[in-house]
């Protein structure tokens, strides 16, 4: 089977951390470039990709500076991102000028939801500690048909959400409950 079927495309991580999907992406034969807020994570993420082989192009860099040198990409990933970001409109609307007419934006966030309170700020930020305490703010997290609103205002048509969910047994996986937490795609007109 290909496994360069990003062979020839430009992709753009967004909120990279480490570099844990900016190098599958990278391996998949796609010209990567990948930005994070913080620059210990960058430099992590820099020296992984050193020791990999792999060719990615890390930047301690916000949006809207790819924005000002006029980049384009074919793929736009932004996962576990928006809820941090304070204007979200405005981040949407660089995501949409970052893409490529028929690109693709793929997408996770957590959704605002009682369940998602329990499980993400209570479970996993009080109780087991697996997120440190105030990583989320809930009042940020958006609804599936709230965030699909905002995509569409930026000039992007939302293709398709899921929700994730986790098994111990099974780890991650796609499903049809959204309540915690969901992936979408988005293709850019």
């Known amino acids: 089977r290909d496994r360069a079927w990003?062979?020839?495309?430009?992709?753009?991580?967004?909120g990279?951390?480490?570099?844990?999907?900016a190098e599958p992406l990278a391996r998949l034969g796609g010209r990567v470039t990948a930005i994070d807020a913080a620059a210990e994570a960058i430099a992590v993420a820099k020296a992984h990709a050193v020791?990999?082989?792999?060719e990615i192009d890390y930047r301690q860099?916000?949006?809207e500076a790819l924005v000002e040198e006029g980049r384009r990409f074919d793929l736009v990933t932004c996962m576990e991102v928006v809820e941090h970001v304070a204007d979200v409109p405005v981040f949407l609307r660089g995501i949409a000028s970052l893409l490529k007419p028929g690109g693709l934006l793929v997408f996770s966030t957590p959704n605002r939801t009682a369940l998602s309170y329990g499980t993400l700020i209570v479970g996993a930020e009080w109780v087991l500690r697996f997120i440190p305490r105030g990583t989320h703010d809930w009042n940020r997290f958006l609804t599936p048909d709230e965030l699909t609103a905002a995509l569409a205002d930026a000039g992007l048509k939302v293709t398709e959400t899921r929700g994730i969910g986790f098994r111990p047994s099974r780890g991650f996986e796609?499903?049809?409950?959204?309540?915690?937490?969901?992936?979408?795609?988005a293709i850019h007109a």
Do not use: F, Q, T
């Open 174 to 185: 796609l499903s049809d409950d959204r309540r915690v937490n969901y992936i979408g795609a």
């Open 61 to 63: 860099s916000p949006v």
């Open 6 to 14: 990003l062979s020839g495309l430009d992709v753009l991580d967004i």
């Open 16 to 21: 990279c951390g480490g570099g844990i999907l």
């Open 51 to 54: 020791e990999a082989g792999l």
